[in-house]
C-alpha cells in the first residue's frame, strides 16, 4: 500500500490509527479519522510529508500536538 494516496477510517472507534502501518505511506495525501474514538495522536502521523488533507473532527482529543507544523505540506485541516 505504499502507493495509497488516500485513506479514510472513519467511523471505526479506534482509539489509536495503525501507527505502522501510517509510516509506510510515504505518498498518503489525504488521511480521514473521523467520528473514532482519539484520545492522543501517534508519532508515525508527523512523519506523512505528503499530508494534504487530515480529517481528525468528532474525536475526543485533549489537545493538538505542536508537531502538526511538521506537516509542511498540509493544506486542510479539520477540527470539529
Do not use: A, F
Not at 12 to 26: K, V
Request: hydrophobic share 40%.
Amino acid at each position: 500500500c505504499s502507493s495509497l494516496e488516500h485513506l479514510y477510517l472513519n467511523n471505526n472507534e479506534l482509539i489509536l490509527p495503525p501507527t505502522d502501518q501510517l509510516e509506510e505511506l510515504n505518498r498518503l495525501e489525504t488521511l480521514s479519522l473521523e467520528e473514532n474514538r482519539l484520545t492522543m495522536l501517534p508519532d508515525s502521523l508527523w512523519r506523512l510529508k505528503s499530508l494534504i488533507r487530515l480529517n481528525l473532527s468528532n474525536n475526543p482529543l485533549s489537545y493538538i500536538p505542536v508537531e502538526l507544523g511538521q506537516l509542511v505540506n498540509l493544506h486542510e485541516l479539520w477540527l470539529t
